[in-house]
């Protein structure tokens, strides 16, 4: 595995190193430095890799700026907070989690504690912002804080009604994770007028000298009117802004790409690999509309199997620096709420010219594998090609013509779904671990209710399509990364740090309370005892949600130039590849695959890190806003079943309650403890509590009945109380 950092020895966090790397350059403001002058004058006993990696979060967070090809100075606009941030005691940099209350908890990376912020403290920095605080730690209490300044603007929008006074007009959001009032010069009004819906732009967030409690007003200007949108579309178009997304694109943008021709030329098409002969499908969901990837399938000459996998050359039309590409980077992901995607790139590129729609010709960038008859690889090739698909399969079609013997391409299936088996085998094999979610769906409809919710289940079929994008992912990076062992070519990859022992401790604790040993003495040995419970998990839901706790305690994936592996799936080398048209970081890794596959060509590390940074960034608040919708359409769909009982499992407790997960809508809400007799008191490690006055004990993962008492669309909340132990 990769070059893996060592446990049991006290590491220097990222953060840590940003703020020692951070100081140095605000003790010398105008010195021009590079990675291995830093280590030196620090003597730092870290990697150039490792410094490399923090240059690239202070460059992406345009808190330093680049002036040659390795070297970097601090930032005019920053050295005006020189004073300030010296003379704080502890200067960290996180991300803003604000709470129902207005204050917030600051997010800090590599630290156990996040620091807590009063409201009063917070200025203008809202949920999702990127902050510098200062930290104070008090003896016996948790970390708190003030925020020094917002890094980077997770808001830059709001949704509201306009309100009309004589001088000024006010937008007021009011949604869970954003409470703000932006005044608006009548000018700026832009044609809506008093009650109107609007969505409005920031343009003036004001003095950052003061705290917010002083009245710092916050200026916008009316973008559009949105009278038209009904209760559904204004709070999926809400949760998009209030997360920092916008469903629409830049006037330049869209210029751009309706003057991309729609044809493939002849001398494009004889500059590539030719498939179109051969057989090539894809499978999507029923819902696709941006069909990423094809499978291609042919037997050779020598007997062998040649399963080609086929990604949409997005590559082709996206040109670097373009204003296409400036905004195609500032989102970096498509983000799917529950009733839509908000593409990455214009319809025109997601849904039509890149995507791999059937019985047209589409320029791909490929890596087709050959195996023999013990379904072993034996080769493999990457470049340029041009498919024409045959077929286009829904996965639930598929499987059908998988598990048929008269189903379309059933035989050809069934040999690639033979040799998808085989890498998954060799996989869990080498030590992957065999991680698994619930996916939730909804039934919507005419007018986007939810009549119903159900759990998205993986077939075969499903397998073998993430099977083969697994493999060409590693193949890619392994590609890259050994192309020069000398002096590796730098990359994006997909990385997976090993799990902090400490963090598993409580995990043990709750596990034993169920029977299951987790074995904490190597990594591999932690990988074995996930894999045991991912296998009970099959069986029994209450070890499904002790599998949700494990992947918590993990590490999450990110984007990175430094190569430390994938320990999750236990791959060295592993890039993502397969999903350009949702995914800016496969973007970037077909520029560099191609401009690799002849010669050695090298991207600036540095400016590398900082755009991995900030797709890692764009893809948590992505999840978050996926989550958040997902939230909504759950409490929509239990307020329609209020005072109806459910059986669920008990997946979380507070001091106040415990949450409850609905087992069949996989809903979560909250019983009061003011709810039950006697009440509970919440044992160390928060996994059991135990009745005051009877003596009875609930532990997480335990059955329980319950009643919806009542719902809370706007806060997207739940109460329940208990009706029976099961």
């Known amino acids: 595995m990769g070059k893996r950092r060592k446990t049991g020895k006290k590491k220097l966090g990222t953060d840590k190193l940003r703020h020692i790397v951070l100081s140095y350059f605000l003790k010398n403001p105008k010195m021009r430095l590079n990675a291995s002058q830093i280590a030196k004058k620090l003597k730092l006993k870290v990697g150039k890799d490792a410094i490399n990696h923090i240059l690239g979060i202070l460059l992406s967070d345009s808190v330093i700026k680049q002036v040659s090809d390795h070297k970097f100075v601090l930032d005019k606009k920053y050295r005006n907070q020189e004073k300030k941030i010296r003379s704080t005691a502890n200067t960290l940099t996180g991300r803003v989690d604000l709470i129902k209350s207005g204050a917030g908890y600051v997010i800090i990376q590599d630290q156990d504690d996040d620091v807590f912020i009063p409201a009063k403290y917070l200025k203008t920095a809202l949920n999702g912002d990127i902050v510098e605080i200062e930290s104070f730690t008090h003896k016996n209490r ?32 009011d949604t869970k994770k954003t409470k703000l009032d932006v005044y608006l010069k009548p000018q700026d009004f832009n044609n809506a007028v008093k009650g109107d819906k609007v969505l409005i732009t920031i343009t003036d967030w004001g003095s950052e000298s003061s705290d917010s409690s002083n009245g710092d007003v916050v200026w916008g200007e009316v973008t559009r009117i949105l009278n038209d949108l009904d209760d559904h579309n204004w709070t999926m178009e809400n949760i998009l802004i209030e997360n920092g997304f916008s469903s629409d694109y830049p006037d330049d943008v869209i210029k751009q790409v ?130 024409h698909s045959d077929r286009r399969f829904t996965y639930e079609e598929g499987q059908v013509s998988l598990d048929d013997e008269s189903g379309l391409y059933h035989e050809e299936l069934t040999i690639v779904n033979k040799i998808a088996h085989a890498l998954r085998k060799e996989k869990f094999k080498n030590g992957a671990i065999a991680f698994e979610s619930d996916e939730v769906k909804f039934v919507l409809d005419e007018k986007n209710k939810p009549t119903g919710v159900f759990v998205k289940q993986r077939t075969d079929i499903h397998l073998l399509i993430e099977d083969f994008m697994l493999l060409a992912n590693k193949r890619v990076a392994e590609f890259v990364a050994t192309r020069n062992k000398g002096n590796a070519v730098p990359n994006v990859y997909r990385i997976h740090d090993i799990p902090d022992t400490e963090r598993l401790g409580d995990l043990k604790l709750l596990m034993e309370e169920y029977d299951v040993k987790l074995d904490l003495s190597t990594p591999d040995k932690i990988a074995e005892s996930f894999n045991g419970l991912s296998k009970k998990s099959k069986e029994d839901p209450k070890y499904k ?18 190569n430390i592996g994938h320990y999750g799936l236990h791959f060295d080398y592993y890039t993502h590849f397969t999903s350009p048209i949702r995914r800016y970081s496969d973007v970037l890794v077909h520029r560099i695959l191609e401009k690799n ?124 109380e208990v009706v029976e132990n099961e």
């Open 142 to 173: 948790r970390p708190e804080g003030r925020v020094i300044r917002v890094v980077k603007r997770n808001t830059t929008q709001i949704m509201g009604k306009l309100i009309v006074y004589k001088k000024y007009g006010i937008v007021s959001s």
């Open 597 to 720: 596959l002849e010669e050695d060509h090298r991207e600036d590390k540095t400016k590398l890190e900082s755009m991995c940074a900030h797709i890692s960034r764009q893809e948590r608040r992505a999840m978050e806003t996926e989550r958040d919708s997902i939230k909504y359409k759950q409490v929509e769909y239990m307020s329609e079943h209020i005072g109806e009982e459910y059986t669920g499992i008990v997946s979380g407790m507070i001091e106040r309650g415990l949450f409850v997960e609905v087992s069949e809508t996989k809903a979560e809400g909250m019983i009061p403890f003011t709810r039950i007799p006697g009440g509970f008191e919440i044992q160390d490690g928060r996994y059991k509590a135990s009745n005051k006055r009877t003596g009875e004990s609930l532990k997480l993962g335990d059955k329980i009945k319950v009643r919806i008492v009542s719902t809370d669309l706007v806060n997207r909340l739940i109460e329940m």
């Open 258 to 387: 309706d003057a991309i021709p729609d044809i493939i030329t002849e001398e494009e098409i004889a500059n590539r690999r030719d498939f179109r002969n051969i057989l090539t499908f894809t499978i999507d969901p029923d819902t696709a509309q941006d069909y990423d990837d094809a499978i291609s399938y042919q037997v050779l000459e020598n007997g062998n199997y040649e399963v080609g996998v086929h990604i949409a050359d997005v590559t082709h039309y996206l040109k670097p620096n373009t204003p296409l590409d400036k905004e195609a980077f500032a989102r970096s992901t498509s983000v799917y709420l529950v009733d839509r995607c908000i593409a990455m790139l214009p319809e025109k590129l997601s849904n039509n010219m890149c995507s791999l729609v059937p019985n047209k010709d589409r320029l791909v960038f490929s890596a087709v594998f050959e195996f023999n008859d013990k379904y072993k690889m034996v080769g493999e090739w990457f470049g340029k090609s041009v498919i």
């Open 545 to 562: 949600l002790l599998m949700s706790f494990a992947i918590r305690t993990m590490a999450k994936a990110i984007y990175s130039t430094d």
